[in-house]
């Protein structure tokens, strides 16, 4: 055994540092004392998770712990012969390492600091506090620099109680001199109590640790399945497109077939006419060289006998009224192939704002809260483009802004124009979240509305709010009222003369702010809106009122 250099931590256990005392070794190899290895899976019993504390190893259910009897029997000639196991390199305190008080010379890293010696030390010097019993009591805890901290600097006194109303730790004779009406305890009991409070707290930090890895394991597992979806639906719709596309060439194949057959038929009955025309052509030809040669006769009685041996003209085939209906070529063919384009694309334009409004409603299981800030705002700005062909005559239109007139403007006839009440409707078809700001000025109130698109253009039912159509915020002078199927509401008892949209339609939900250097909530709208809305304005009988669209930066 004289040979023989153990290193310390061959000999030691991880979790008090000392030499093990009735050693045991779990399944993955690692050795602690019987004790220590206890209380550590004691302190883990509520979550009914049993770990190695060296390399954290789980074991379900809690192992049986077996005496290592080779450890222990070695660990006991140390003790008995007074061997101990010579220091690793290691082992020597570094500078960010508690050194040991005691070693002379080249001092080694305390494995323990006495709160009550006030002292630290290493594993050799700390062996009297484990073996002799006037050393009992101390409290030993691991390494520390900072044991002077625990010395009241005013009576130089242990620090042993705490007080609760100054927070902070005191001595014996602070309790009883300025400290002596403050709710004092020993630090022990407030160290439990809070330690109870801690251990909840880490009870409910691991809680929350497993929501929120279930909660990773549930968007893992939702990114997987909305990619596969996503690849799937452009699949799906690549596959139907194609197929749509084939479906009109085959289309554009059989007109052309049909165009060719149909050619070749035509041509070939006015082949067939020509040919015989012009053999009709050369036969008359024929009959006018002998009629002339006939008049050219000297001889009456010649001319009489060959004219009565004449034959009588054979009918024509056609007449002169070949030309007389109206000729119809292929223009017509090409006619039918632009109206049926036409009708595809109108059918395109109202069915890809359903397409466009399904793939914006595309579900997941993240709900973005809703903005507070206009800069939140801002991140859904939608600029809106007013549609030229729904402005009513009495509108100025001008880029997004319009304005009432005295007199109607030159604009074009449309089925889409409004022809009765003042009012606009924007280009944009809005789904999803959107924002828009609208600035007013004049006298007389301003609708700020969103709509249907198939709103009525004429008759009391198209005015913005007084129908099931549309949602309006009527702004005046001094006031706000909101308005739905006729229905007013008084919602604001001052001007907005700048009001901030915001619609998520998904959600259903219609936002009316005032907007100045704060937002603030006018009125709110929750609903199921069933088709693409429009944003639109309403302006009342007062030339020189404006409403205008504004630019958000």
């Given amino acids: 055994m004289a040979g ?34 206890k209380d550590h899976w004691d302190s883990e019993e509520l979550r009914r998770i049993y770990s190695c504390p060296q390399c954290r190893k789980i074991f379900t259910p809690r192992p049986e712990l077996l005496k290592n009897v080779m450890l222990a029997d070695l660990v006991d000639v140390l003790n008995k012969t007074g061997l101990h196991p010579a220091p690793a390199h290691h082992c020597y305190a570094g500078a960010e390492d508690v050194a040991c008080d005691f ?12 709160l009550v010696c006030l002292v630290s030390y290493c594993e050799e010097h700390l062996q009297p506090h484990h073996q002799s019993p006037a050393f009992k009591k101390h409290k030993l805890v691991e390494p520390s620099k900072n044991l002077q901290e625990n010395i009241c600097p005013r009576h130089d006194e242990v620090m042993k109680m705490f007080c609760r109303t100054d927070q902070q730790c005191i001595c014996y004779l602070c309790s009883v001199d300025e400290h002596k009406d403050h709710d004092t305890v020993p630090a022990a009991a407030e160290r439990m109590q809070k330690q109870r409070e801690l251990d909840l707290s880490r009870e409910e930090v691991q809680q929350r640790l497993q929501d929120r890895d279930r909660d990773v394991k ?21 596959e139907s497109f194609t197929e749509m596309m084939c479906l009109l060439q085959r289309r554009s194949s059989d007109v052309k077939q049909q165009i060719r057959s149909k050619l070749e ?91 466009s409004l399904a793939v914006t409603e595309v579900d997941v299981l993240l709900a973005e809260p809703e903005p507070k800030t206009r800069a939140e705002f801002f991140r859904y700005s939608q600029e809106i483009t007013l549609d030229p062909n729904t402005v009513h005559t009495r509108l100025l239109l001008s880029a997004g802004k319009v304005t009432l007139m005295y007199e109607d403007q030159s604009y074009p006839h449309h089925t889409d124009r ?3 009440y003042l009012q606009v409707l924007s280009k944009e078809s809005l789904t999803g979240r959107c924002y828009w700001e ?41 006031r706000c009222q909101f308005v739905h199927n006729s229905i007013k509401t008084v919602v604001s008892g001052v001007k907005v003369s700048t009001v901030g949209v915001y619609l998520d ?41 404006t409403a205008e669209f504004c630019k958000l930066k």
Wanted: aromatic share 8%.
């Fill in 4 to 37: 023989v250099q153990l290193h310390t931590e061959t000999l030691s256990c991880s979790i008090c540092l000392d030499l093990l005392k009735d050693p045991v070794t779990l399944t993955c190899g690692h050795s602690f004392c019987k004790n220590c290895i």
């Fill in 103 to 114: 070693c002379t010379g080249r001092k080694l890293k305390a494995c323990k600091s006495c």
């Fill in 218 to 238: 549930v968007l893992q597992q939702e990114r997987k399945t909305l990619t596969l979806s996503a690849d799937k639906a452009v699949k799906d719709t690549d």
């Fill in 265 to 355: 038929y035509e041509v070939r009955r006015v082949t067939d006419a020509e040919e015989k025309l012009q053999q009709e052509i050369t036969e008359l030809k024929k009959r006018e060289a002998e009629l002339k040669q006939l008049s050219l006769t000297h001889d009456h009685n010649q001319f009489l006998l060959n004219y009565c041996s004449l034959s009588a003209l054979s009918p024509s085939t056609y007449s002169s009224t070949i030309n007389v209906r109206p000729l119809r070529h292929f223009e017509d063919v090409t006619a039918a192939v632009a109206k049926l384009s036409g009708q595809l694309q109108d059918i395109l334009t109202e069915t890809w704002t359903n397409i």
């Fill in 418 to 420: 409004f022809s009765e």
């Fill in 438 to 478: 609208v600035e007013w000025t004049g006298e007389e109130e301003v609708y700020v509305a969103v709509t249907y698109k198939n709103i009525s253009r004429s008759g009391p039912e198209c005015v913005f709010g007084f129908n099931g159509k549309s949602w309006a915020l009527d702004c005046e002078q001094n």
């Fill in 505 to 545: 339609h998904r959600a259903g939900l219609l936002s009316f702010y005032r907007v100045s250097d704060t937002m603030t909530l006018v009125h709110r709208v929750k609903t199921t809106f069933t088709q693409p809305l429009y944003a639109g304005v309403c302006l009342y009988y007062s030339p020189g009122t």
